[in-house]
DNA sequence: CCATACAGGTTTCCAATGGATACCAAGTGC
DNA sequence: GCACTTGGTATCCATTGGAAACCTGTATGG
């Protein structure tokens, strides 16, 4: 079974079959849309396309720049992103080996979408901040 | 301590110190605008918001539409929404309960800039889906 | 010769997360 | 008294994510 294997825990293969998807139901589990969104809507997809858009980096570069992230969530982020065509993973034999990651045109395309939301948040912190603190102090703040 | 504290699994109340935020680096765990982020950045908040941004809506009727959501993760969901102030919860004290979610005019923001990413899946989901199976051919597909 | 370091991972282990299911409250209908 | 409604919580268990160890292959230092 080519479609719908699992390959790398966390990041399924996931290819629906074109007979089963359901064009323009984003709520539908099997619309492709879904399925790409849950896809990139992770912790880490967004920031890792965020940084190739600007340059192309190694994976140790990655990793440093990106606080946080385990040595695993790096390497299997960058595989899903490299099977959905988002990235390039191109490997060159010096000595250690260096494996330069890049964007493509058509992730290119998602950063420029994701841009928009990294406006929104940058610009709506505040309000967003201010509504959590009402909200806990209404909450007696003391659920945890 | 009020802030940084752990509330419902899954949806933590993290409330950076303002002392403790970088500004301008989305790539540093304390930055603000990096842990907004990771809060929207889930496999639902999406698609609720966007329900949302449509209509008001109850419950269970979002629980009907949303394909595959557990109760729990729609409460818990919506309970981090509201928190954030992007959505309004109101109780209705008929019986049985009622409980109406509303989009509030900060999530109508949020909502505006994630259509830029809708459309982006919805016009790239061909090449993505090609490229999957172009990786999956040439790493023999069987690796799951 | 052995230890160490580098780059770029994979494996292992364990805690946190998510999903399925059962349960709860409070009232209505039968 | 039982089933059924809405809007949840509690519980159980599988999957996921993070930390750290390990691996491959080469070069450097002692």
Redesign the pocket.
């Known amino acids: 079974m080519q479609e719908g294997t ?1 390959s ?5 293969k996931v290819t629906p079959s074109p007979h089963e998807t359901r064009r323009g139901d984003v709520y539908a589990a099997n619309c492709p849309t879904r399925q790409l969104l849950d896809r990139i809507a ?3 997809s967004a920031l890792i396309l965020l940084l190739l858009s600007a340059e192309d980096m ?6 440093r720049r990106i606080e ?9 982020t ?2 899903s992103l490299e099977r959905d065509g988002l990235v390039t ?1 191109a ?2 034999p010096t ?7 890049a964007i493509t045109p058509l992730g290119c395309g998602l950063i420029g979408a994701m841009r928009a939301m990294i406006e929104w948040a940058e610009s709506c912190m505040i309000e967003v901040t201010a509504a959590q603190r009402a909200y806990d102090l209404h909450h007696h703040a003391d659920q945890g």
Chains 1, 2 share one sequence.
Do not use: C
């Not at 790398?8 to 399924?12: A, F, K, L, S």
């Not at 190694?58 to 990793?63: E, G, I, M, P």
């Not at 000595?95 to 990651?101: D, E, I, L, N």
């Open positions: 699992i790398i825990p966390g990041h399924r992770d912790k880490w190694r994976f140790n570069a990655l990793k946080g992230i385990s040595q695993k969530m790096l390497s299997q960058l595989r993973r490997v060159e000595v250690p080996v260096t494996v330069t990651y």
